[in-house]
């Protein structure tokens, strides 16, 4: 008997050690990386699910808030042309940073040929003596809008951006905290133009 009670004792100390690491590796929380947000945030926005996106950001951030359905469908055929690639990412703590490089419609330009167009028609009315109504104009711009963004050939421009993410426990997910150089870029510089 003497001689098995050695190896048995032996084997008792290994299921022991291996129980020992094994809860220790239950109570360790696997919090996914900063990169996995950053590629949810993109990946949502330019399948248009503008909800999912808005789950990557801070809580407060209400990005994805919009006045009407045209202005919504509008942000979604943007959004759709967004594409991002992680150039690199540090976590220290509880703060992370990413640095993306971004590529989106130029609606600077876009709005620029767009806002000619509309011009040359208003123009166009009064020399004919007819009024053009701010509605149809409007709804002009909108058409104009849609087909330029819609185009295969569409400007694009593509900027490298930081990215600045914090870890929010209740959600257990690295979240984007809202800059103005985040929402200029996925604009398309359309804040900095509307500053001007």
């Known amino acids: 008997m003497t001689k098995f009670s050695h190896p048995s004792r032996c084997l008792l100390i290994l299921v022991i050690i291996t129980l ?3 809860m220790a590796g239950c109570t360790k929380t696997n919090f996914p990386k900063a990169e996995e947000s950053v590629n949810g945030f993109f990946k949502s926005l330019s399948e248009a699910d503008l909800k999912t996106a808005e789950s990557y950001c801070a809580s407060d951030s209400g990005n994805f808030t919009f006045a009407d359905p045209q202005e ?3 942000a979604k055929l943007i959004f ?3 594409k ?3 150039v690199s990412s540090v976590e220290a703590g509880e703060t992370a940073t990413a640095k993306v490089k971004v590529t989106n419609l130029d609606l600077q330009k876009i709005f620029e ?3 000619g167009k509309v011009m040359d028609e208003a123009l166009n009315s009064a020399f004919e003596g007819e009024e053009i109504s701010d509605e149809k104009m409007e709804e002009n711009m909108m058409k104009y809008l849609e087909e330029s963004i819609s185009k295969p ?6 900027n490298e951006l930081e990215i600045t993410l ?11 905290q809202d800059n103005d150089a985040l929402v200029n870029n996925l604009t398309g510089n359309l804040n900095e133009m509307l500053s001007q």
């Open 20 to 22: 020992v690491f094994s």
């Open 72 to 74: 919504e469908k509008l």
């Open 80 to 82: 759709s042309k967004t």
């Open 84 to 86: 991002h690639e992680i």
């Open 113 to 115: 040929g767009i806002l």
């Open 153 to 158: 050939d569409a400007p694009v421009l593509t």
């Open 166 to 176: 914090n870890k929010d426990k209740a959600k257990k997910m690295w979240v984007i």
